[in-house]
């Protein structure tokens, strides 16, 4: 599930056709990654985070998701 997908405590691989959430999940991933855990460790530096995809597209893509999540919390 997009859920279990986007958990920052296991590894996942996620494959699966266009249209079909990935962008959503690797940025949900990227968001809950930043967030202090729920036992009280902090969340992962930016700086250690890694995204990978297959297009300049879809990079600036989650750029753009990510950018607007980010904006709204501050």
Known sequence: SQRRASDPEISVCVGASAGTGKTKVLTDRVLRLLL???DGRP???????LCLT???AAAAEMLNRLGKVLGEWA
């Not at 969340?43 to 250690?48: D, V």
């Open 36 to 38: 202090p855990r729920d």
């Open 43 to 49: 969340g992962t530096p930016p700086a250690r985070i």
């Open 54 to 56: 297959y297009t300049k």
